[in-house]
């Protein structure tokens, strides 16, 4: 398929007109989407696609690798409200979006990491950044390795590959379509929390002790359930209480 191809599908797919925007190369593409949304008023979604990026952007301002072979995505939704109490759910269900769209495509299995990193085999393959955009809008990033035969020394024991040959053109780009059909279609299903047990049953941490940072404060406990907002509870290992965790990072599983 060609770009007018795959917006076409893209269109059929979700029900609504995506703008494509397809890049051989990019610096990032959540930067790309910044931008465009302080340019212009946008009535539609708008889909920034790019083949590699040269300054991917992970959580926290971390740099992420996103050589060609992978894909790398941004779909800035204009106008979008996100309800503060449910910001849990949003991003837990783009992360089974993309669980559901390796399914779908690959027949792969793979797993979660809350709150929206996905591993296979024990090694991360893709990650979610969310931001907001100007008037409004909603940018939802997204990269995924596919297959690299070498990653960078420094995160060699942490990325790994969801496929074990490069995919032909033509599941690239089912996998492209399949993967923005689902994400879109969460912004407007994420709250009524359905895929919560999925999540749940995806979920690596589970029964586990881990290490999370929140803010400046580091918090240990074993993982006990996910609420119906998509927030980690855990057993407190300081305070011997459960504790709900809205928000931060799993910086180690401990056993």
């Known amino acids: ?17 995506i703008n494509l925007l397809h890049f051989a ?7 790309y989407a910044k931008q465009l949304s302080q340019k212009k ?8 696609w790019a083949d590699q990026q040269t300054a991917g952007v992970g959580k926290l301002a971390r ?4 050589p060609t072979g992978g894909i790398y995505l941004s779909l800035l939704m204009p106008a979008l409200t996100i309800e ?10 783009l992360a089974m979006a993309i669980v559901s769209a390796i399914k779908q495509t690959f027949n792969l299995l793979v797993d979660v990491k809350w709150v929206n990193d996905i591993y296979f085999h024990g090694r991360k393959i893709a990650g979610i950044l969310v ?15 596919l297959f690299e035969r070498h990653f960078p020394q420094e995160i060699q024991q942490i990325a790994g590959n969801l496929l074990t040959s490069a995919p032909t053109n033509t599941e690239r780009e089912r996998f492209l379509t399949t993967l923005v059909t689902n994400l879109y279609r969460s912004n407007f299903t994420y709250t009524n929390s359905e895929f919560i047990s999925d999540y749940k049953r995806r979920l690596t941490l589970m029964n586990h002790q881990i290490r999370v940072q929140i803010g400046h ?7 006990t359930d996910i609420n119906h907002l998509g927030q980690l509870i855990i057993y407190d290992a300081a305070t011997r209480k459960q504790r709900t965790i809205r928000a931060g990072e799993v910086t180690k599983i401990l056993s």
Do not use: W
């Open 41 to 48: 008023l946008l009535i539609n979604p708008c889909l920034i």
């Open 84 to 93: 503060p109490r449910k910001v849990g759910l949003f991003t837990t269900s």
């Open 25 to 31: 190369t990019l610096g990032s593409t959540n930067q």
């Open 1 to 17: 398929m060609n770009d007018e191809e795959i917006s076409t599908a893209l269109n059929n797919q979700t029900g609504t007109r």
């Open 63 to 66: 740099s992420f690798y996103s």
């Open 131 to 145: 931001e907001r955009g100007a008037k409004q809008s909603v940018i939802i990033g997204v990269g995924i390795n």
């Open 217 to 223: 404060s580091v918090v240990t406990g074993k993982v």
